[in-house]
């Protein structure tokens, strides 16, 4: 069975950082792409990051230069390195994985294009 276990959220003021992890298992962890995704409320949601299963990383305009997406393919793990935090970056957070094991472009961005989410994590910035 698949899962992703989102974990890392919390309060913190702007300005700060925060590491988000998401666990995976349950499939071959290192050949698949995966996302962070974020949803506010009353909103849809949003693409930030995509890790290709070969490497190259990409973000959306809105997180670009404060977010960094690693993995560790030992450890299953995937982490969203968050920075210089701001009120609007406040939502819940999502990993999730990508139905096969690269995706090119907008279909990345595609939340119809992942078959496994995370529960997402809280994460709120406010002063």
């Known amino acids: 069975e698949v899962q992703l276990q989102a974990s890392g959220g919390g309060v913190v003021q702007p300005g700060g950082s925060l590491r988000l992890s998401c666990a995976a298992s349950g499939f071959n962890f290192r050949s698949y792409t995966m996302s962070w995704f974020r949803q506010a409320p009353g909103s849809g949601r949003e693409w930030l990051s995509v890790?290709?299963?070969?490497?190259?990383?990409f973000y959306s305009d809105s997180v670009k230069g404060r977010f960094t997406i690693s993995r560790d393919n030992a450890k299953n793990m995937l982490y969203l390195q968050m920075t210089s935090l701001k009120p609007e970056d406040t939502a819940v957070y999502y990993c999730?994985?990508?139905?096969?094991?690269?995706?090119?472009?907008?279909?990345?961005?595609?939340?119809?294009?992942?078959?496994?989410w995370g529960q997402g994590t809280l994460v709120t910035v406010s002063s």
């Open positions: 999730a994985k990508y139905r096969v094991n690269r995706c090119v472009g907008d279909a990345c961005k595609n939340v119809n294009n992942y078959d496994a």
């Open positions: 890790m290709v299963s070969s490497g190259p990383t």
